[in-house]
């Protein structure tokens, strides 16, 4: 992944939604980033094609991923049966990186990508640096047994131990492990973006 080194709540206040960065920033500036932001608070109409373009874009930053990612995405989800829109989400949801996230290993997306490429994940038992790897349901991941790797999960777990773990994952905070109990449903993932409007875009 390219990594964004700018200010997080730009993406937000560009896009008009909380997608990283300070809930706090973002409710203080609402406007678009730039110095024309404030004369601008009041959005012009957009076509359809620059709606369907930003929802693509705000399912790209929440994710961290490229645009040539985000395509190869696009297309496993098209060679699948069901809802294409879907089973896009459940691919973006179900990455490596995403689902150390949401068990609480991390406070934030890049900050479970690091623990990733830095070797202090186990997937199903063996060291994985790949933070686009898609699991799948039974799948099991873990902490590296090492000190230093426990010591950086215990101390954000400290912290963020209130965090609700989705439903459709399961942890055990104590061995510092978890599970994937099912795929995620589209309730379950409750996307920012609409992602019919991304299917239509590339359908073009």
Known sequence: ???????????????????????????????????????????????????????????RCQ????????????????TKRGVTGE????LLETRLDNVVYRLGFSRTLRGARQLVSHGHIYLNGRKVNIASANLRPGDHVSIKGSPSSKSLVQKVLEVAHIVAIPDWLSVDRGNLTGRIVRLPSREDINPIANEQLVVELYSR
């Open 1 to 59: 992944m390219a990594r964004r080194t700018g200010p997080k709540t730009k993406i937000s206040r560009r896009y008009g939604t909380l997608i990283e960065g300070s809930a706090r920033a973002f409710e203080n500036k609402t406007y678009p980033p730039g110095v024309h932001g404030p004369s601008r608070g009041m959005r012009r109409k957009l076509s359809d094609y620059a709606l369907a373009l930003a929802e693509k874009q705000k399912l």
């Open 63 to 78: 994710y961290g991923v490229l645009e040539r990612q985000f395509r190869r995405y696009f297309r496993q989800a098209l």
């Open 87 to 90: 089973i896009l989400l459940q």
